[in-house]
C-alpha cells in the first residue's frame, strides 16, 4: 500500500458524483474508489449516460462530489486553490468553444496562463512549450489560423496541444475523439501513448472506443450502474468484466477477437 | 496581424484622437479664430475674455467629457462582451443605463407623486449625478445579487434585461403622472449631454473613471481566458466568481457615472468593440482593451463635433446621434462580415 501510494498521482475514496439542482441532489454515481498511477495512460468506458462526464468533471473540479473524497499527490483536492490546480490538472472538454477571434497559437498560449506573469508576458521558456506541444500534436502549420478555420480533428489536436502546454502532471480529456473519423481517432490516441511515455505524464481518457482502449491504454477503467473496474485490458478480458459493459440483448464482447460482435 | 501593423494602428488612431480633440475644441456655436483658440491653449491671452471663458470653461470640459464618456462606455461594452462571451452585450444590456435613468426619473419626476419629500431642498449641480448613481448602484446590487445565485450568464443577461424593463416600466407611469415642465426636464436629460459640467464635476467624475480603469489590470489576463468558456478558465487557474464581480463593479461604476453626468448614451457600448474587433482582427484583450478606449473617445469626438455641425445655434441631442450612428454600423457590420465575435 504504501509502495502504491508514492506511485500515484490521484485517487478517490468512496466517491459519490452527481449534481445539486433546487437543493435536492441528484445522484450519478456511488463508491467510486480508484487510483492512477503515474506515467500511466488510462482509458474510462462506459455507455452513454452512466457518468462519466460527470466523474471527470467532479475530479477536475469543475464540479463537486456530493460525497467522498479526492486526493490530488494524497492532497485533498479542496486543498488546491485554484491557481494551485491549474499548475497540477488540465484538461480537454467536450463543451464548444465561444466564438472568438484567437489564433491556434493564441489559444494554445492561454495553456501557461498559470506560469506566466499578470500581463501575461510569454518568458522564452512558455513559447519553448508552445512549440513543443504543437510538434508534438502536429500543428505547428496552423499556428497563424483562426481557431474557427480548423476542421474537428485539427481543433481536437489543438485543444490537446493547449492541455500540454499548461504542462501539467495530469491530463484529462473528455471524449477527444467524438465526431472523428477512424484515421483522426487513431492519431489522437497515437498521440497521447506518445505523450505518455515520452513525458511521463498520467493521461485518463473518457472514449467509447473499446477496441483502441484496448489496444493502447496500460489500463482500462469501466463504469457500470452498479460497478466500477479498473485494471489491465488484459485481466478485464480474462475475467469477463467487458461483457457488463453493455445490456447483453443486442452485443457481447468476443475474448479471442477482444472486442464487441452482434449477437 | 503582427505587432508592427498594430503599432501603425495606435498610431493612426492617437493622431486621429488628437486631431478631433482639437476640431471639437474649435467648433461650437460660438465662432472663435484658430489663433485664439491656439492662444487660449497654450496659456495666453484671447482677443476677448468671452472667448477664454468659452474655451476654459466649456469647451475644454465638454472635449474631456466626450473623451471620458467614449472610452468608458466602450471598455464597459466589451467587459460585458467577453463576460457574456455575448456579441450582444453592453453597458445598456445589464440594465445599469436603465437604473441610472430610474434614479434621476424619481429626482425629476417623484416630486408630482410624493409632493415635497423628495424636492425638499433645491436642485444643486450634485442631487442628479447623486440619484443616477444611486440607481445604477441599485440595479447592480440587484444584478451581482442574481449573479452570485445563478451560474449560467446568460441567464444574468436576461435577468439584467428584465431589471432594465422593469426601470422603463417605473419610468412611464412617473412621466404619465408627471407634469409638463418635469417631464420636459427629465426629456432633456435623456437626451444626453457632455457640455455642463464644471471642472468641479469633471474631477469627480476622472477619479471614479480612473478607479475603475485601474480595476481593468488585476482581470486582464483572465479576460483572455474567459474566451475559452467558464471551465477551461477556472482550470487554467482563474477565480471565475471574484472575477466576474469585479467585472461587474467595474462597468456599473463607469456606466452608472457616465449615465450621472452625462445622461443615458446608447450604442457607443455596443457598436465600439465590434469596431475595435474588426479594424485590428484579434480577439486578444492586450490589444483591444487600449484600442476600444481610443476607438471609443474618437467617436464620441466624433459624434459631438456631428452634433454641433448642422446650425451654429443648436446643438443636437448627443444620443440621437450616437444611435443615428451606432444603428447602421451594427447593422453594416453585420452585412458584412456575417458574424460578430467576441
Same mark, same amino acid.
Given at each position: 500500500?504504501?509502495?502504491?501510494?508514492?506511485?500515484?498521482?490521484?485517487?478517490?475514496?468512496?466517491?459519490?458524483?452527481?449534481?445539486?439542482?433546487?437543493?435536492?441532489?441528484?445522484?450519478?454515481?456511488?463508491?467510486?474508489?480508484?487510483?492512477?498511477?503515474?506515467?500511466?495512460?488510462?482509458?474510462?468506458?462506459?455507455?452513454?449516460?452512466?457518468?462519466?462526464?460527470?466523474?471527470?468533471?467532479?475530479?477536475?473540479?469543475?464540479?463537486?462530489?456530493?460525497?467522498?473524497?479526492?486526493?490530488?499527490?494524497?492532497?485533498?483536492?479542496?486543498?488546491?486553490?485554484?491557481?494551485?490546480?491549474?499548475?497540477?490538472?488540465?484538461?480537454?472538454?467536450?463543451?464548444?468553444?465561444?466564438?472568438?477571434?484567437?489564433?491556434?497559437?493564441?489559444?494554445?498560449? *492561454?495553456? @501557461?496562463?498559470?506560469?506566466?506573469?499578470?500581463?501575461? #508576458?510569454? +518568458? !522564452? %521558456?512558455?513559447?519553448?512549450?508552445?512549440? /513543443? &506541444?504543437?510538434?508534438?500534436?502536429?500543428?505547428?502549420?496552423?499556428?497563424?489560423?483562426?481557431?474557427?478555420?480548423?476542421?474537428?480533428?485539427? *481543433?481536437? @489536436?489543438?485543444?490537446?496541444?493547449?492541455?500540454?502546454? #499548461?504542462? +501539467? !502532471? %495530469?491530463?484529462?480529456?473528455?471524449?477527444? /475523439? &467524438?465526431?472523428?473519423?477512424?484515421?483522426?481517432?487513431?492519431?489522437?490516441?497515437?498521440?497521447?501513448?506518445?505523450?505518455?511515455?515520452?513525458?511521463?505524464?498520467?493521461?485518463?481518457?473518457?472514449?467509447?472506443?473499446?477496441?483502441?482502449?484496448?489496444?493502447?491504454?496500460?489500463?482500462?477503467?469501466?463504469?457500470?450502474?452498479?460497478?466500477?473496474?479498473?485494471?489491465?485490458?488484459?485481466?478485464?478480458?480474462?475475467?469477463?468484466?467487458?461483457?457488463?459493459?453493455?445490456?447483453?440483448?443486442?452485443?457481447?464482447?468476443?475474448?479471442?477477437?477482444?472486442?464487441?460482435?452482434?449477437? | 496581424?503582427?505587432?508592427?501593423?498594430?503599432?501603425?494602428?495606435?498610431?493612426?488612431?492617437?493622431?486621429?484622437?488628437?486631431?478631433?480633440?482639437?476640431?471639437?475644441?474649435?467648433?461650437?456655436?460660438?465662432?472663435?479664430?484658430?489663433?485664439?483658440?491656439?492662444?487660449?491653449?497654450?496659456?495666453?491671452?484671447?482677443?476677448?475674455?468671452?472667448?477664454?471663458?468659452?474655451?476654459?470653461?466649456?469647451?475644454?470640459?465638454?472635449?474631456?467629457?466626450?473623451?471620458?464618456?467614449?472610452?468608458?462606455?466602450?471598455?464597459?461594452?466589451?467587459?460585458?462582451?467577453?463576460?457574456?462571451?455575448?456579441?450582444?452585450?453592453?453597458?445598456?444590456?445589464?440594465?445599469?443605463?436603465?437604473?441610472?435613468?430610474?434614479?434621476?426619473?424619481?429626482?425629476?419626476?417623484?416630486?408630482?407623486?410624493?409632493?415635497?419629500?423628495?424636492?425638499?431642498?433645491?436642485?444643486?449641480?450634485?442631487?442628479?449625478?447623486?440619484?443616477?448613481?444611486?440607481?445604477?448602484?441599485?440595479?447592480?446590487?440587484?444584478?451581482?445579487?442574481?449573479?452570485?445565485?445563478?451560474?449560467?450568464?446568460?441567464?444574468?443577461?436576461?435577468?439584467?434585461?428584465?431589471?432594465?424593463?422593469?426601470?422603463?416600466?417605473?419610468?412611464?407611469?412617473?412621466?404619465?403622472?408627471?407634469?409638463?415642465?418635469?417631464?420636459?426636464?427629465?426629456?432633456?436629460?435623456?437626451?444626453?449631454?457632455?457640455?455642463?459640467?464644471?471642472?468641479?464635476?469633471?474631477?469627480?467624475?476622472?477619479?471614479?473613471?480612473?478607479?475603475?480603469?485601474?480595476?481593468?489590470?488585476?482581470?486582464?489576463?483572465?479576460?483572455?481566458?474567459?474566451?475559452?468558456?467558464?471551465?477551461?478558465?477556472?482550470?487554467?487557474?482563474?477565480?471565475?466568481?471574484?472575477?466576474?464581480?469585479?467585472?461587474?463593479?467595474?462597468?456599473?461604476?463607469?456606466?452608472?457615472?457616465?449615465?450621472?453626468?452625462?445622461?443615458?448614451?446608447?450604442?457607443?457600448?455596443?457598436?465600439?468593440?465590434?469596431?475595435?474587433?474588426?479594424?485590428?482582427?484579434?480577439?486578444?484583450?492586450?490589444?483591444?482593451?487600449?484600442?476600444?478606449?481610443?476607438?471609443?473617445?474618437?467617436?464620441?469626438?466624433?459624434?459631438?463635433?456631428?452634433?454641433?455641425?448642422?446650425?451654429?445655434?443648436?446643438?443636437?441631442?448627443?444620443?440621437?446621434?450616437?444611435?443615428?450612428?451606432?444603428?447602421?454600423?451594427?447593422?453594416?457590420?453585420?452585412?458584412?462580415?456575417?458574424?460578430?465575435?467576441?
Amino acid at each position: 500500500m504504501i509502495m502504491e501510494s508514492t506511485n500515484t498521482i490521484l485517487r478517490t475514496e468512496n466517491l459519490h458524483i452527481g449534481y445539486t439542482a433546487k437543493k435536492k441532489s441528484i445522484s450519478v454515481a456511488k463508491n467510486i474508489n480508484f487510483h492512477l498511477q503515474k506515467g500511466s495512460f488510462v482509458a474510462l468506458l462506459g455507455k452513454n449516460g452512466i457518468g462519466k462526464s460527470t466523474l471527470l468533471r467532479t475530479i477536475s473540479n469543475v464540479q463537486k462530489p456530493l460525497e467522498g473524497a479526492i486526493f490530488m499527490d494524497e492532497k485533498p483536492l479542496e486543498s488546491y486553490s485554484t491557481k494551485s490546480l491549474a499548475t497540477a490538472i488540465s484538461l480537454v472538454l467536450t463543451e464548444r468553444l465561444p466564438e472568438s477571434q484567437l489564433t491556434v497559437f493564441e489559444l494554445i498560449a *492561454l495553456g @501557461r496562463q498559470p506560469h506566466t506573469n499578470w500581463v501575461d #508576458q510569454l +518568458t !522564452p %521558456l512558455d513559447v519553448e512549450k508552445i512549440e /513543443t &506541444a504543437m510538434t508534438l500534436t502536429e500543428i505547428t502549420h496552423l499556428s497563424n489560423q483562426r481557431y474557427y478555420e480548423l476542421s474537428d480533428g485539427q *481543433l481536437q @489536436r489543438v485543444l490537446i496541444a493547449r492541455a500540454l502546454a #499548461q504542462d +501539467t !502532471p %495530469l491530463i484529462i480529456l473528455d471524449e477527444p /475523439t &467524438a465526431h472523428l473519423d477512424l484515421h483522426h481517432t487513431l492519431q489522437i490516441f497515437k498521440v497521447l501513448k506518445k505523450l505518455v511515455s515520452e513525458t511521463s505524464k498520467t493521461i485518463l481518457i473518457s472514449t467509447h472506443e473499446v477496441n483502441l482502449a484496448i489496444k493502447f491504454s496500460d489500463e482500462i477503467a469501466l463504469m457500470t450502474e452498479n460497478s466500477f473496474h479498473k485494471d489491465s485490458p488484459k485481466n478485464l478480458i480474462e475475467n469477463n468484466i467487458f461483457d457488463t459493459l453493455f445490456p447483453d440483448e443486442i452485443i457481447r464482447f468476443d475474448k479471442t477477437l477482444q472486442q464487441f460482435v452482434m449477437k | 496581424m503582427n505587432k508592427t501593423s498594430y503599432k501603425k494602428h495606435f498610431l493612426f488612431l492617437s493622431v486621429l484622437g488628437i486631431v478631433l480633440f482639437f476640431v471639437n475644441i474649435s467648433l461650437g456655436s460660438v465662432m472663435i479664430p484658430i489663433q485664439d483658440i491656439m492662444a487660449v491653449l497654450m496659456g495666453e491671452n484671447a482677443n476677448k475674455e468671452s472667448w477664454e471663458i468659452i474655451v476654459l470653461n466649456f469647451r475644454i470640459p465638454k472635449a474631456i467629457t466626450a473623451v471620458m464618456v467614449g472610452s468608458g462606455l466602450s471598455v464597459s461594452g466589451l467587459l460585458m462582451q467577453t463576460l457574456f462571451r455575448n456579441p450582444l452585450a453592453g453597458p445598456f444590456v445589464l440594465g445599469i443605463s436603465s437604473g441610472a435613468s430610474l434614479g434621476v426619473a424619481f429626482l425629476l419626476l417623484g416630486s408630482s407623486l410624493f409632493g415635497g419629500v423628495l424636492m425638499s431642498g433645491t436642485l444643486s449641480n450634485w442631487t442628479l449625478p447623486i440619484a443616477a448613481s444611486l440607481g445604477a448602484f441599485l440595479v447592480l446590487s440587484a444584478v451581482i445579487f442574481a449573479a452570485n445565485n445563478v451560474r449560467n450568464t446568460m441567464s444574468i443577461l436576461i435577468i439584467g434585461l428584465m431589471f432594465g424593463s422593469f426601470a422603463s416600466a417605473i419610468i412611464s407611469v412617473l412621466s404619465y403622472f408627471s407634469e409638463a415642465t418635469q417631464l420636459q426636464q427629465f426629456v432633456f436629460w435623456s437626451f444626453g449631454s457632455l457640455g455642463n459640467l464644471s471642472w468641479n464635476e469633471i474631477l469627480v467624475f476622472a477619479v471614479f473613471y480612473v478607479l475603475a480603469m485601474c480595476g481593468i489590470f488585476p482581470i486582464l489576463k483572465s479576460l483572455n481566458s474567459l474566451l475559452l468558456g467558464e471551465n477551461y478558465a477556472k482550470s487554467l487557474g482563474i477565480p471565475i466568481q471574484k472575477n466576474r464581480n469585479i467585472i461587474l463593479l467595474i462597468t456599473s461604476i463607469l456606466t452608472g457615472v457616465i449615465t450621472a453626468f452625462s445622461g443615458p448614451i446608447a450604442f457607443v457600448g455596443l457598436a465600439v468593440p465590434h469596431l475595435a474587433r474588426m479594424l485590428f482582427t484579434t480577439s486578444n484583450h492586450k490589444v483591444l482593451v487600449p484600442a476600444t478606449m481610443l476607438i471609443g473617445a474618437i467617436v464620441l469626438l466624433l459624434c459631438d463635433i456631428i452634433a454641433q455641425l448642422p446650425t451654429s445655434e443648436h446643438t443636437l441631442p448627443i444620443n440621437a446621434i450616437t444611435s443615428l450612428f451606432g444603428a447602421p454600423v451594427v447593422i453594416w457590420l453585420l452585412i458584412r462580415k456575417k458574424k460578430l465575435y467576441v
